[in-house]
């Protein structure tokens, strides 16, 4: 039982060139989250999933795309990266969206500079 | 959107101590969380908080849910080396679905 596994842990990109970040979890949870964390920010969130076949926008989307590509797989994509996508990404899954306990429990990182 | 505001920032104490820190928020809470992070890893849940006053512990480590839902609080006991690390709170509005979390406070401790 893994849980939350994303790669890559580190990138490099260039202004302008596009990823993406994969993430999948093994706890069967129908919820996903993309966030990211700056100094001083703490997490703030990207886009999240409530369940399979359905995405939505959090506080921070511009810049980015995602796809939930089964229940297990939440992708997230830069499609012209910026300097300003510098960060480390997280990505979360929890067994409900909301109502109830709601723990996420999150992946290890990815850690993406933009030069 | 909306703010949890967590402090202090940052605490340098020596080991053995104990540890405070807090969250508050302007609006009402109907869930709290206390999540660890370590250098190069993801958070991890540590306590969760899910009725208002609750009083859970984890080890050393002891939570509250404020009374009034608009804070939290967290407690370390008797600190040690491993409990070096970022701290966040994290919480959902009354009604919302998505979790805020706090902006972290970085725990430092002098052996």
């Known amino acids: 039982n893994a849980g939350v596994t994303q790669t890559p842990k580190f990138q490099v990109l260039k202004t302008g060139q596009s990823m993406t970040l994969q993430c999948a979890q093994d706890m069967n949870h129908n919820s996903m989250y993309w966030y990211r964390q700056d100094p001083g920010m703490g997490l703030r969130l990207i886009y999240y999933?409530?369940?399979?076949?359905?995405?939505d926008k959090g506080e921070v989307p511009n810049g980015y795309n995602v796809s939930r590509l089964n229940k297990r797989e939440f992708s997230l994509r830069l499609e012209s990266a910026a300097p300003s996508q510098t960060s480390v990404y997280f990505c979360?899954?929890?067994?409900?969206?909301?109502?109830?306990?709601?723990?996420?429990?999150f992946g290890p990182g990815t850690r993406l500079t933009v030069l | 959107g909306q703010q949890l505001n967590q402090s202090p920032q940052s605490m340098f104490i020596q080991e053995g101590e104990d540890v405070s820190m807090n969250c508050t928020s302007s609006?009402?809470?109907?869930?709290w969380l206390w999540y660890k992070q370590e250098p190069g890893e993801g958070p991890v849940l540590l306590i969760a908080?899910?009725?208002?006053?609750e009083l859970t512990s984890n080890g050393r480590l002891t939570a509250q849910f404020g009374i009034t839902r608009k804070d939290s609080f967290l407690n370390i006991s008797a600190s040690i080396p491993s409990d070096v690390g970022i701290y966040f709170c994290?919480?959902?509005?009354?009604?919302?679905?998505?979790?805020?979390f706090g902006q972290g406070t970085r725990l430092t401790i002098n052996p």
């Open positions: 994290a919480g959902r509005v009354r009604g919302a679905q998505k979790l805020v």
């Open positions: 908080l899910y009725k208002a006053g």
């Open positions: 979360a899954s929890s067994e409900a969206l909301a109502g109830g306990p709601n723990e996420q429990f």
């Open positions: 999933s409530a369940s399979e076949g359905t995405t």
């Open positions: 609006s009402i809470f109907n869930t």
